[in-house]
């Protein structure tokens, strides 16, 4: 039996049906329901919806053998997983923002709003520049228009929070895409049927054979 953890939300879904695609279905996932877990014993899969940022601790922890993150959530916690293929998926930037016009002032510390503070540090020390972080848990875009924040480093898709706000992307850091991930324990046991789901997976996404 695989199991596998899928981001709650409209990644997950697509995530779902190229899963299903790729010989792992299980209907009744499609079921209108609160409920979290769903298995077809018939193609030996059980999938369970979990919080996108939280997929990447039931994969480390073996709760999941495999699951689908976000680059993002990959690139802040490091969890201790393998990355086995870009589904192509969910694709957006990490992105520093700020108020349209806004210019950095390297005479002060800049003050960085974003939920993604190991990123920020990292891309902030690789360029030299000193910061203050302000770890914030949603809504970022609200901190430089009170004042809270300088610039703001979050996810940008389509642009439209940011332009709703009078936000502009000042530099993007990194490019995001859905990522399938392995516990690494459980990989050694189920060598097989995980090397089945990405190869099959592979020819559904950009690249694939
Ligand atoms: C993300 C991000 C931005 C928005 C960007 O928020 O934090 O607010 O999406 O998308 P856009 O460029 O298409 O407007 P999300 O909806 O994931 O919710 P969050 O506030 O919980 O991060």
Redesign the pocket.
């Known amino acids: 039996m695989l199991n596998i953890a899928l981001p709650k939300g409209r990644l997950g879904e697509q995530v779902y049906e190229a899963f299903a695609r790729a010989g792992f279905p299980c209907p009744s996932i499609r079921e209108d329901s609160r409920k979290l877990i769903f298995t077809n014993e018939a193609a030996d899969v059980s999938y369970f919806w979990v919080k996108p940022s939280d997929v990447a601790i039931y994969v480390e922890r073996g709760a999941a053998d495999v699951g689908v993150a976000g680059k993002d959530i990959l690139l802040e916690y490091e969890p201790k997983v393998y990355e086995l293929l870009d589904l192509g998926l969910g694709k ?1 930037r990490v992105a520093v923002a700020a108020q349209a016009g806004w210019r950095d002032n390297t005479q002060y510390t800049l003050r960085v709003a974003t ?1 993604f503070t190991h990123i920020a540090k990292q891309y902030y020390h690789s360029v030299g520049r000193n910061i203050d972080i302000i770890h914030l848990n ?4 609200l901190a430089p228009i009170l004042g809270l924040s300088d610039v703001i480093v ?9 332009r709703e706000n009078h936000l502009e992307v000042v530099e993007t850091i990194v490019p995001v895409s859905a990522r399938l991930i392995a516990n690494r324990a459980n990989f050694k046991f189920k060598t097989a049927s995980i090397e089945r789901l990405v190869r099959e997976l592979s020819k559904g996404t950009e690249g694939g054979a």
Do not use: P, R, Y
């Open positions: 957006c939920k949603g809504s970022i875009e979050d996810i940008v898709e389509t642009g439209t929070t940011l």
